[in-house]
Nanobody, 119 residues
Framework: QLQACGGGLVQAGGFLRLSCAVS????????MGWYRQAPGKQRELVAK???????NYADAVKGRFTISRDNAKNTVYLQMNSLKPEDTAVYLC???????????????WGQGTKFTVSS
């Protein structure tokens, strides 16, 4: 289970930090990422990070957002700075998780956390 938190209301130019903790049976977590879906738009990748801390960002957030993870806590974070109204969306965490060593990796989604950036 992926539990995301950190949503709310923030002014443009402000900052916010999202976190997503993975619970349950966990053998190994590979790639973890954040996606977002704004009203009337398709879900899009925001950022992702591998177990080795290799990161990838959407062009729209490069230089403003930073994804990180704590493997000991099975948690992924998204630090968001210089927020813009167009960042308003539901943010969902995602993870490629192997729950047991003998099972294959599965992709899981969190429930999403919403925040609004006011202008």
């Amino acid at each position: 289970q992926l539990q995301a938190c950190g949503g709310g209301l923030v002014q443009a130019g402000g900052f916010l930090r999202l976190s997503c903790a993975v619970s349950g049976n966990i053998f190994r977590i590979n790639v973890m990422g954040w996606y977002r879906q704004a009203p009337g738009k398709q879900r899009e990748l925001v950022a992702k990070v591998t177990r080795a801390d290799s990161t990838n960002y959407a062009d729209a957030v490069k230089g403003r957002f930073t994804i990180s993870r704590d493997n000991a806590k099975n948690t992924v974070y998204l630090q968001m700075n210089s927020l813009k109204p167009e960042d308003t969306a539901v943010y969902l965490c995602n993870g490629d998780i192997r729950s047991q060593s003998w099972l294959s990796e599965q992709n899981y989604w969190g429930q999403g956390t919403k925040f609004t950036v006011s202008s």
